[in-house]
Every structure is written in structure tokens, then in C-alpha cells.
């Protein structure tokens, strides 16, 4: 669990956590450097070191409910039926009325302002990492790549919900000072070579990190293992890029890094499949709770298509990952005709204590299945997909072969991952990938409430008035 002393808790606030006062604030990028009056005493305080590490650690956690219950909504693989809140089905669902537009000062518009306050914390942390005096140059060397991972992270988020509208990369001192825009493609570039840095950061940072890390790191909390989780990240970057213009370079690069990471090919029971790294919650004074829990969350709903979708055993059952990940629910429809009935929910994450992945072995294996089927080895990636199917799903092998189309193969791959990487926020984002969002069920067709799939979600407005009326990159793309 991500837990700290209140006397802990009151240094993060001005060492690296008190930027989560200013997520209070209006949704843009212009905010005051919250962590200036600190850099300087946290240079020479071990300690200081620490608590800073633990809040770039726990503001990260902090914006991993919120995006995958928004991209879920997106992606139809979920709804959040509050009763008395449309808004947070119209929002997502039917956007600005008959415009087929995400209304940019509404509720669809997360991901963005928490992975700046974490990058502003983590840019400062480099600094103060860098001009340290209790730090060794290996020691250095370890808490730059862990940096720069955190940092490439939060960029992919960004990146992975705007899309085509590409993102604020450059941190400048001073904080007020605009940055500008660069697009999908130069983004992609710098994450992976952000990746590739803090990974050289890694190799040269020694046996362990001048600090520790929470429990979801276990088994990857050393220079040398957490370079394992880096390289698996950047593998899937890399694909995202692949599928963005990257081309045959990006998907070679997505094989490379799948080969350092902590990949298991031989993976066939769950513990296997499900191993990897984690966010931890708690219920303990200074933690917080798993926001997705079947325990807290009763308007977290399921998309009814998952139960019509589900692929089925040889005994006529449903799979295995559709037996274990959902539940019945009393029966909910979205409010004042928003949404269309469900009545079933997610068992994912029983308790407020359950652990939300960040990354697993069976994404890992999944991903491999898409390099080896944009590579040509269509023998190797219907392996992978047979592998999940019946060590995941309980099925029986495919009846894909080398002489089926490379679309049927995806279509199949595409499945797989839906049922395996279920509330994990991944089936809108690779559903854009492969230009396939208009295969996405559309609840409402007709009428005022007529529901859409949007493409990317839209710059905040508070981003726009910020960069209302410049020009060229310091211009906000999309912005009226």
C-alpha cells in the first residue's frame, strides 16, 4: 500500500504532493510551480528523497480509476449509472447534443490535468535529484530512470486518450510560461526515447534504489527489475506507435522490448498470466481505496454486450474470464433515457483493497501476438492466441490457420484481448488502433439521446481560454 506518517504526509504536501491543491483548480497546463520553496532543502535530505518518490508514486495511482472508467465508457465496455448524474453517461455517450462532439468543459475531459501535475512534480524531482548532495552518482543514475519512466507513462496516457491532437511535452521553470504542442508522432518519439533513456538510467544505477517503492513493485524494485517493467511499458508504447505511423520500425522496436521485459512465453496458469506490477489500496488512515470495487462502486456497470459476445467452452459455458470477471446486478438503466438496461456489473475487484494492474504478463503475451502478426509470423501469433484461449478462457484452440485473412487473425486477437484485459482500459484504445471503432455497439441510434463513439477526447476548455488567441504549437489544436 501507498502509506505515509502524518508527519510524512505534511512534507509531500510541500515536497511533492501539494500539487494535488491545485487539481482543484481550473484544467490547464499554466499553473504556478507548486514545489519550488523545496527543491533546494529536498537536494540534501535523503528523506525528503523518499517522500518525494512516494507522491510521484501515489498521484500517478491517483488518475488510474478515472481513466479507465472513462476510456471503459468510451470503449463500451462500461457504464457509470448514477442515478441522479446523467452527465456521466451523456458525457461520454451522446456529448454535445446532435454534434457527435465530447463537450470540452463537461465531464469527459480527465486524463489530462493529472498527468500534468505529476509530470510538473516529476520534472522538479529530476532537478532535485540532480543537484543532489546525498545521492551517489549510481544513486542518481536510479532515481533518473525511475523519473523518466513515471514520465513517459504519463505522457502514453495523454497521448493514448488525445490522439491526433497530440500534447504539451517541454517543461519550462517557470511554470506560467506556455509550452508548446507537438504532434502524435514527435510524442511517441520522445516517450520511447524516454523509455530507452531512464532503461541506459537503470543499467547503470546499481543494485538498489536510494529509496523505497510500494508493495505493487514487488518482485520489480530494483534498478535491475524495474527495468524489466520499463522495457514492458515501452513495448506497449511502441505498438500504440506501430499503429499510429511507426510502421515496421516501431513493431520491431515492440519485440525488442518485449524481449527484456518480464515476459513469461510459457505462462498457462492464472498466477503466471496475471503476473506483473500493481497499484495497492487500503483502507489504513493516508491510503486510499480501490475506486472500481464491486464493495464501493454499485453504479460500476457492464456493457450488456459482454454477455452476448462472450466466446463459449466446449460444454456450452461461457468463458472462463467472463465467469470470473462478471456478475449479476439488479437491473439499471442509464437516467432520464440516457442509457440502455444492464444487469450485470464487475467482479474484478471484490474488495476496497483489491489491487488495480498496471501492467501483466498476458497483456505481454497479447502484445507479442500483435508484433508477430504485423511481422508475418501469423504461425506464432495464432500460438499466443490459442495459449490465451485455453489457459485464460478455458476454450478450445482456435480454428485460425496460416491460410486465414490477417483481418480474421486481428478480429480474434482483438477478442482475446477484450476478455483478457476486461476494466483494464484498454478496448477503445485498441479499437482506434486499428480503425475498428465503428464496430463499437451504439446503444441509442436515433432521437435526442442518440449515443456516438467518439474518436479522442477534446483539450479542456480551461486549456483553450488559456491558449486563446495564439498561434502556430502554442495554439490549442481543436480548440474553437
Excluded at 523519473?147 to 500534447?167: F, N, P, Q, V, Y
Excluded at 513493485?217 to 511507426?246: E, L
Excluded at 485460425?400 to 483494464?424: F, G, H, I, N, P
Aim: hydrophobic letters at 40%; charged letters at 15%.
Amino acid at each position: 500500500m501507498i502509506q505515509t506518517s502524518a508527519k510524512s504526509r505534511s512534507v509531500i504536501a510541500l515536497a511533492a504532493g501539494c500539487v494535488l491543491l491545485a487539481s482543484c483548480n481550473a484544467d490547464r497546463l499554466d499553473i504556478t510551480n507548486p514545489n519550488s520553496p523545496t527543491v533546494a532543502g529536498a537536494s540534501g535530505d535523503p528523506q525528503a528523497i523518499q517522500l518525494f518518490v512516494t507522491g510521484l508514486l501515489r498521484q500517478n495511482r491517483n488518475t488510474r480509476v478515472g481513466f479507465i472508467t472513462s476510456t471503459g465508457r468510451f470503449g463500451r465496455e462500461l457504464y457509470i449509472y448514477t442515478p441522479q448524474e446523467g452527465r456521466n453517461t451523456s458525457a461520454y455517450l451522446i456529448g454535445l447534443s446532435g454534434q457527435n462532439k465530447i463537450d470540452p468543459s463537461g465531464f469527459a475531459i480527465e486524463n489530462w490535468a493529472g498527468p500534468y501535475f505529476n509530470l510538473r512534480d516529476i520534472f522538479n524531482f529530476k532537478k532535485t535529484v540532480a543537484g543532489s548532495a546525498a545521492l551517489s552518482a549510481t544513486e542518481k543514475s536510479a532515481a533518473q530512470g525511475l523519473a523518466k519512466t513515471l514520465e513517459a507513462i504519463e505522457l502514453l496516457t495523454i497521448i493514448s486518450t488525445r490522439d491526433s491532437i497530440g500534447l504539451v511535452i517541454d517543461q519550462n521553470v517557470d511554470a506560467t510560461v506556455l509550452a508548446p504542442f507537438v504532434t502524435r508522432d514527435s510524442a511517441y518519439k520522445y516517450i520511447l526515447a524516454q523509455f530507452a533513456s531512464a532503461a541506459t538510467d537503470l543499467a547503470a544505477g546499481g543494485p538498489a534504489f536510494p529509496f523505497t517503492m510500494h508493495t505493487g513493485f514487488t518482485g520489480f524494485n530494483t534498478p535491475a527489475t524495474f527495468a524489466q517493467f520499463n522495457r514492458a511499458m515501452s513495448a506497449r508504447a511502441a505498438a500504440y506507435y506501430a499503429t499510429s505511423g511507426g510502421g515496421a520500425t516501431a513493431w520491431q522496436r515492440a519485440l525488442t522490448d518485449l524481449n527484456a521485459s518480464f515476459i513469461n512465453a510459457a505462462a498457462t496458469t492464472r498466477a503466471a498470466l496475471d503476473a506483473g506490477v500493481v497499484l495497492p489500496y487500503s483502507a489504513a488512515t493516508g491510503d486510499a481505496i480501490n475506486g472500481l470495487s464491486v464493495t464501493n462502486n454499485t453504479d460500476l456497470y457492464a456493457h450488456e454486450s459482454f454477455n452476448t459476445d462472450a466466446p463459449l467452452k466446449a460444454d456450452g459455458t461461457k468463458d472462463n474470464r467472463f465467469l470470473a470477471k462478471i456478475g449479476s446486478r439488479p437491473a439499471r438503466s442509464g437516467p432520464q433515457g440516457l442509457g440502455i438496461q444492464s444487469t450485470i456489473g464487475f467482479q474484478i475487484h471484490p474488495t476496497t483493497a483489491s489491487t488495480i494492474p498496471i501492467i501483466r504478463n498476458e497483456e505481454l503475451l497479447l502484445l507479442r501476438a500483435e508484433v508477430l502478426l504485423a511481422t508475418g509470423d501469423k504461425a506464432g501469433s495464432i500460438a499466443i492466441i490459442n495459449q490465451i484461449r485455453v489457459n485464460s478462457g478455458g476454450l478450445a484452440p482456435s480454428t485460425l490457420t496460416t491460410a486465414s485473412a490477417d483481418a480474421t487473425v486481428l478480429t480474434e486477437l482483438l477478442l482475446q484481448k477484450r476478455y483478457s484485459l476486461m476494466l483494464e482500459g484498454h478496448r477503445w484504445i485498441d479499437m482506434r488502433r486499428y480503425n475498428r471503432l465503428d464496430q463499437l455497439p451504439i446503444d441509442i441510434t436515433s432521437g435526442t439521446n442518440r449515443h456516438f463513439v467518439a474518436r479522442v477526447q477534446p483539450l479542456p476548455t480551461a486549456e483553450c481560454l488559456t491558449r486563446a488567441g495564439k498561434t502556430g504549437n502554442l495554439a490549442g489544436p481543436g480548440c474553437p
